[in-house]
Nanobody
Framework: QERLVESGGGLVQPGGSLRLSCAAS?????????IGWFRQAPGKEREGISC????????YYADSVKGRFTISRDIAQNTVNLQMDSLRPEDTAVYFC??????????????????????WGRGTQVTVSS
């Protein structure tokens, strides 16, 4: 059974950095999938922020994080990482990773839509505060 587990969240000061990891298990080596990172702040809707394809490594970023966050795949560790730099208080949220199984490339902003995703992790809290 496919499973995703996020790690790396915590408390950081504005301007600081964090690196989130999404560990995937139970996926078939023949599966193509897109991994997306989402976040949800209290009282707000879940927001897609970045995604990467397992097949062609295509990526996409929301405008809110472009130039500050970097998504990458570590094939050896079977993880997808999200390097978050220049963090702002408005980045405070629970961060989730999710997998859309069967898709082999990123189709632009479509990959930021939560309803396309089949498997979700439980999330990790990121708090940006002085």
């Amino acid at each position: 059974q496919e499973r995703l587990v996020e790690s790396g969240g915590g408390l950081v000061q504005p301007g600081g950095s964090l690196r989130l990891s999404c560990a995937a298990s139970g996926f078939s080596y023949m599966d193509n999938y897109v991994i997306g990172w989402f976040r949800q702040a209290p009282g707000k809707e879940r927001e897609g922020i970045s995604c990467v394809s397992s097949y062609d490594r295509s990526t996409y970023y929301a405008d809110s994080v472009k130039g500050r966050f970097t998504i990458s795949r570590d094939i050896a560790q079977n993880t997808v990482n999200l390097q978050m730099d220049s963090l702002r208080p408005e980045d405070t949220a629970v961060y989730f990773c999710a997998a859309e199984i069967g898709r082999n490339t990123v189709h632009g902003s479509l990959c930021l839509i939560p309803t396309y995703y089949d498997v979700w992790g439980r999330g990790t809290q990121v708090t940006v505060s002085s």
